[in-house]
C-alpha cells in the first residue's frame, strides 16, 4: 500500500506509471521522456490558470454571509479596510508561491515546497490530513451549499428537507468527480463558463450598486468608521475571516507541471486573479451597503437574496442558481487541484502506488480523483462536517506560513536555484509572520478546537512512521496493506 520508493514501471492495463521517486523530476527538467511514457500533459493555458484560480476562490461566502468582518470589526468602514488588507496580503501570499513554482517547477502545491525546503516528515503529515480529513470535509461543505442552493428555486415557500439536499449535493459531487477523471481540457472549459458565471454574479450585485451610489444612496457610508469599537480579539479574528475568503490563491501551483510556459503564466494568472477578486470582493461589499444597513447585513441569512430582492424583484430568483454554480466551480476547481498532490504524493512514494498512476487515454490521474469520492461521501453522510473543519482550520495556515518560512530558508540554502520570477525578502516575512500570528490566535481564542486539530496531525508523524519508516513489517501486517 505504501513504500518508500516508486520505481516507474509500465502496465499492461489501462494506467501507467506517473514519474520517478526521489526528488521530484518536472517536466521541464531536461530529462529525456521514456518511451511510450505517458505524461499529464500542458493543457492549463493562462486564461485556465487564470479561472481555476478565481473559480477557486469565489464560492458561496460573498453572496451569503460576509457578515463575519462586519462582526468583529464594528463599522461598515472598518470592514471594508479589512477587506481590502486582506486582498492586499493574500495577494502578498500568492507572490510567494508564483516564485515557489516558478523556481520549483513540480506539482504538488504546499506539500512539494515543504518536501523540497524541510524534507519528508512534515510533506508526508500534510498530505495525510489532507488526503483523510480536510479535503473531504472541505468538499462536502462546499456542496452541501450547491445542493441547498440548487434546490432553492423549487422550496421558495417551505423549507428543503436535509435528504433531498445531501442526495443532490451527493449527484453534484459524483458529477465533478466524472467530470476530473475523463477530460483536463472538460475539466478546464467547465471552470472556465463557472467563472464567467461567477463574475457575472458579481457584477450583478455591482452594477446595481453602483448606480445606487450614483443616485446619492450613500446614507449607510456616512461616519462609516463609527459603531461598536472592534476589541482586541475582535479585529484579528476579523482578518482570519477574511484570509478565508481569499484563500484558494494556491491551487495554480497544485498542477504546476500542466501549465504551458509556467515562468510566465503563473506569476501573471496570480496577479491578474488576485486584482480581480480583490476588487470584486470590494466593490460587492460596497454594493450591499448602498441598500442594507450594517444591522440588517448581520441579521441577514443569504446577503446577495435580500440585496437582490430589494432591488431587482422576481430576477432575485436567479441569485440562488448563481450560488450554485459558484460552489459547483470552487468543487471542481478544488478537486482538479488537489488531486494533483495525491499524484505527487504516490510518485514520491508517500501515499498508495495507485494513485500515481495516469490513465493512458484520457491523461487524467483518474485514481488520484477518484479516491476523493468515497471519503467525501462518508463525510457527506456521517461527518460532524463543520466541526472537522473547525479542528483543522489553523493547519491550513500553519502548512501555508510554514512553506512561506521555505523559501525565505531556501534563498539561502540553495542559492544559486534560477528564480525567474522573484519577490522582495520582505513580503514572505510578513505573510509568514501573519500565517503564524493566526494560528497562534486560534490556539489562544479556541485551545479545544485547535489542540483536537493539532492531535489529528500528530496522528500523521506515527503514520509516517508506521508506513514509511519501518522496513521491518511482520508478512501478515504487509499482507493486510496489499503489499
Known sequence: MFRKAAVP????????????????????????????????????????????????????????????????????????????????????????????????????????????????????????VELLIIRPAATAVISLAFGRYILEPFF??????ELAIKLITA????????????????????????????????????????????????????????????SVMGLPLAFYSGMYAYSGWFYLNFVTEEVENPEKNIPLAICISMIIVTAGYVLTNVAYFTTISAGELLLSKAVAVTFAERLMGNFSLAVPVFVALSCFGSMNGGVFAVSRMFFVASREGHLPEILSMIHVRKHTPLPAVIVLHPLTMIMLFNGDLYSLLNFLSFARWLFI??????????RYKRPDMPRPFKVPLFIPALFSFTCLFMVALSLYSDPVNTGIGFAINLTGISAYYLFIVWDNKPKWFRKLLGK
Open 9 to 128: 514501471t509500465v502496465s499492461n492495463g489501462s494506467y501507467l506509471q506517473g514519474q520517478a521517486n526521489g526528488k521530484l523530476s518536472s517536466l521541464d527538467s531536461g530529462q529525456p521522456a521514456q518511451e511510450g511514457k505517458v505524461v499529464l500533459k500542458k493543457k492549463v493555458t493562462l486564461l485556465r490558470g487564470i479561472s481555476i484560480i478565481i473559480g477557486t476562490i469565489i464560492g458561496a461566502g460573498i453572496f451569503i454571509s460576509p457578515k463575519g468582518i462586519l462582526k468583529n470589526t464594528g463599522s461598515v468602514g472598518m470592514s471594508l479596510t479589512v477587506w481590502t488588507v486582506c486582498g492586499i496580503l493574500s495577494l502578498f501570499g500568492a507572490l510567494c508561491y508564483a516564485e515557489l513554482g516558478t523556481c520549483i517547477k513540480k506539482s504538488g502545491g504546499h506539500y512539494t515546497y515543504i518536501l523540497e525546503a524541510f524534507g519528508p516528515l512534515p510533506a508526508f503529515v500534510r498530505v495525510w
Open 156 to 161: 421558495m415557500q417551505c423549507e428543503i428537507p
Open 171 to 230: 449527484v453534484g459531487i459524483t458529477l465533478v468527480m466524472v467530470l476530473n477523471s475523463t477530460s483536463v481540457s472538460w475539466s478546464a472549459r467547465i471552470q472556465m463558463f463557472l467563472t464567467f458565471c461567477k463574475l457575472v454574479a458579481i457584477l450583478i450585485i455591482i452594477v446595481p450598486g453602483v448606480i445606487q451610489l450614483i443616485k446619492g444612496e450613500t446614507q449607510h457610508f456616512k461616519n462609516a468608521f463609527a459603531g461598536n469599537d472592534a
Open 401 to 410: 506560513g510554514l512553506v512561506v518560512a521555505g523559501l525565505i530558508y531556501l
